[in-house]
């Protein structure tokens, strides 16, 4: 039910739904508010209120940084109060990074931050970000019988579907519907009512003050398996200076060649405190190690299990674990749990 005293405060980043084509080059450029505004006399007509902050010069999400998501981060500290929700307007290529972050910045959170953009400029007669800014408005502004946010989360609205935000991926380049959220349901479906999946949907601890968590640590890497990747690389990747958590993007159910070489980098990792997160290359489905040799070696040997979590969640998780100063240990046992709804362990 929507609230008509709700406040909602509509966060402009940037990302194709504000761009412009530059007549000279061709390409698509971050244009500024006034011009969005202009696109959309639509939100005018919602019946409910919506404020702006903008961001100045907007960007293209290809360049969105740790000091950017620490803007966000403060932007909804700063105006937490006094909103019933936040819409975060953002390119969709590092959509489902800056969402899987913001998850963990954000802790017991009770209201809607919602991201949404688009793949067609605001301006484009087919554009497909005016439903997308709509309805994303209204489930921010949603409301429950007693009065609490419907989908007090951190999600991506696009295309018709609410995502929980620490789940989804950007699956198409050029599509309308560019996010999944493979392993888990949605958490609604715009149709002609606005269906709720309200069991999927995360319930906060009232009691816990919501909190903003600002540091991030930025010595993580992201080491993807393919056959005939060579000893130099894999090297390189698990002996940088200062690394602290690796995502290992392996095979299936979480396998990775097991030749002595490849053990013996990981383990030397392991041994130098570095975590290694088992996350797997699959779209769907969860990483098992025990299922075959080659897995269970990795396990042996200290890797510990992503579960069914995306690389952009396990990435964020490990940066916000070690930015708010957990050891290497406390990291390895809280990669294994559901912090946000990130993953799902099985029994
Ligand atoms: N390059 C754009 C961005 O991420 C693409 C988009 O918004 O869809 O900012």
Avoid at 323 to 343: D, I
Wanted: some cysteine.
């Amino acid at each position: 039910m929507i609230d008509t005293n709700a406040n909602v405060l509509l966060i402009y980043t940037g990302g194709t739904i504000g761009m412009v084509e530059n007549p000279e080059s061709g390409a698509l450029e971050p244009f500024n508010f006034s011009h969005l505004r202009s696109n959309m006399p639509e939100i005018k007509r919602l019946n409910f209120n919506v404020e702006t902050y903008l961001f100045d010069p907007p960007f293209d999400s290809s360049d969105v940084s740790i000091a950017i998501w620490r803007h966000m981060v403060n932007v909804i500290e700063v105006n937490y109060e006094r909103y019933d929700g936040f819409v975060i307007l953002h390119g969709t290529d590092t959509m489902a990074y800056t969402a899987s972050v913001l998850s963990f910045m954000l802790e017991n959170l009770t209201k809607p931050v919602i991201l949404t953009g688009s793949q067609l400029p605001i301006g484009k007669l087919r554009t497909d970000g005016k439903e997308n800014l709509i309805t994303a408005l209204e489930i921010a502004a949603d409301k429950d019988e007693k009065g609490g946010a419907v989908v007090p989360e951190l999600c991506i609205y696009m295309q018709k579907l609410l995502m929980r935000g620490n789940r989804t991926t950007k699956v198409n380049a050029d599509h309308f519907s560019a996010f999944r959220s493979p392993n888990y349901p949605c958490l609604a479906e715009a149709g002609l009512d606005i269906r709720y999946n309200n069991s999927s949907i995360l319930q906060p601890e009232t009691e816990l003050p919501v909190r903003f968590n600002y540091e991030l640590d930025r010595n993580m890497v992201v080491l993807k398996l393919f056959p005939g990747i060579s000893r130099e690389v894999v090297r390189a990747h698990l002996t940088i200076p200062g690394v602290r958590g690796v995502v290992l993007e392996t095979y299936g159910t979480g396998n990775s060649p097991i030749n002595p070489w490849f053990m013996e980098l990981v383990r030397d990792a392991v041994e130098r405190r570095v975590v290694v997160v088992n996350v797997t290359q699959c779209l769907y489905g969860s990483v098992m190690m025990h299922r075959y040799e080659n897995g269970q070696r990795l396990e042996k040997i200290g890797v510990i299990s992503g579960h069914d979590i995306t690389t952009e969640a396990a990435l964020g998780k490990l940066m916000a674990l070690f930015g708010k100063g957990c050891t290497p240990e406390e990291v390895k046992q809280l990669m294994q749990y559901s912090l946000r709804g990130e993953l799902t362990v099985k029994g």
